[in-house]
């Protein structure tokens, strides 16, 4: 790339950009006495108005003796003032796409000596966002996958409601899929029961134990049966066996010993019949009278249920497909130094360890912005209120409570979006929606129907 310079006056001040290559270039900025003196000077005024300080009054401190103790802190601010206006004013100008924001080179700032002020020179680093033709529609061919919806996973919805409304029943003998409700005692290293020692009870749902021999010993135990055994294994993590234990989340997880599982009762779940008393408690009464429309109706709801998901894979492929196809360049090396001033929690190890996926996510905000400027996609205000408003029905209608009316929806919406981080993240949602809309209008599209279990796996990996 050839080499070349953009110059300006920024309020009378000299800015240069010169590029190294196409993707980094330095900007330096020069700042004369006449350009801080006057801002340096009112600030100074106004600085001695209100110091107070012991011997003078209020406003009375004689201005060589605030000079000298307070003008190199007063003038670094004023030269930042100046500096950062001319900056921005200068990208904002000349339309410069950078990435990320300017880094100091070489830290120069420090090195000035504040209390001999002459002229001054900055010069930062810049990241410049590449260059690059999208070319949609027509380039790229896409599959969009969806869930076979069969009698299985039909059947299995059924079972689930089945399960979900149905009730516990007291059984002799415990099997594979029942639940015991047992006490556990604390034991020694010996096998002997602790009398000071946690006495809890608590319930075991054998199915969910993934230890095969643990399983065994549990299928078959009836009402005052007891079993000693390592508590690790009928416990989903430190948190379960704490709950299950009667004890704190520490002291779970140091434990080392056996328990003592003493039975009290055996549950098995007895499922609901599938019939209309079934079906008024899922969608209301006399929504559905038959068990074909129960079936439709599962089909109905788990093809809604189905979307968001294959929305997520096919962005996922989309992106991925189109980010390997175009083979963006960043400027890599400026990019990780900026994450790593900007984050100061972060490593050089873990920047280095995360950078190809936040690269990733760059480039493609970049190509959505090219699609947004291309199109013309525009968010407004009632758009931005009228979606928080769907988002907070939704959240009621998730947890099963009734949706307020539209004044209190609104009001809700508008105390959310009075919290500009979470206007803003509203905002990009609505943007990436309209650009996979457009996406879908626009792409080659084909879309192919594969098992529920491949589905959920693409679903796992798009995550």
Known sequence: MPFYIIKTKQNNMDVSVKNRD?????????????????????????????IQMPGFRKGHVPASIVKKKYGPSILAEEIDKILNKSIYDHITENKLNILGNPLPIDDEKKEIDWNNPGDFEFAYELG??????LDLPGKYKFTRYQPKIDDNLVNKQIND???????????????????????????????????????????????????????????????????????????????????????DKDRAKLYDRNVLLTVNEVKSLLPANIDVVLFDKIYGAGEVKTEEEFKQKIINDLSKMFVGDTDRIFKTEVTKTIIKKL?????????????????????????????????????????????????????????????AM?????????YGMMIPGEE?????????????????????????????????????????????????????EAI
Do not use: C
């Open 161 to 247: 409601f089945a399960k979900r409304y149905g009730k516990l029943v007291g059984v002799d003998v415990a099997s594979d899929s029942d639940m015991i409700l047992a006490n556990f005692k604390e034991l020694n290293d010996k096998g002997e029961v602790i009398p000071e020692g946690f006495n809890h009870s608590s319930t075991v749902s054998i199915e969910f134990v993934d230890d095969k021999k643990t399983k065994k010993k549990l299928i078959g135990l009836k009402p005052k049966d007891e079993l000693v055994l390592d508590p690790k294994l009928i416990s989903r993590g430190e948190a379960d066996m704490a709950s299950m234990l009667g004890i």
């Open 128 to 133: 410049i966002a590449p260059d690059f033709d």
């Open 22 to 50: 196409a993707l980094n270039a330095v900007l330096t900025v020069k700042i004369s006495n006449e350009d801080y003196a006057s801002p340096y000077e009112k600030s100074l005024k106004n600085y001695r108005k209100q």
């Open 408 to 460: 209190e929806l609104k009001k809700a919406a508008q105390n959310v979006l009075s919290n500009q981080e979470e206007a803003r993240k509203l905002n990009d949602m609505i943007y990436d929606r309209k650009v996979m809309e457009y996406l879908k209008n626009t792409l080659k599209i084909t879309d192919k129907e594969i098992s529920h279990e491949d589905f959920v796996k693409k679903s796992a």
């Open 327 to 387: 083979k963006l360049k960043l400027p890599d090396e400026f990019l990780k130094k900026w994450i790593l001033s900007s984050n100061k929690e972060a490593t050089k190890e873990q920047i280095e360890s995360d950078y190809n996926k936040y690269a990733d996510g760059l480039k493609w905000q970049l190509i959505e912005n090219n699609i947004i400027k291309d199109q013309n996609i525009k968010v407004d205000g009632n758009e931005l209120l009228n979606f």
């Open 390 to 398: 769907e988002l907070i029905g939704n959240q009621y209608a998730q």
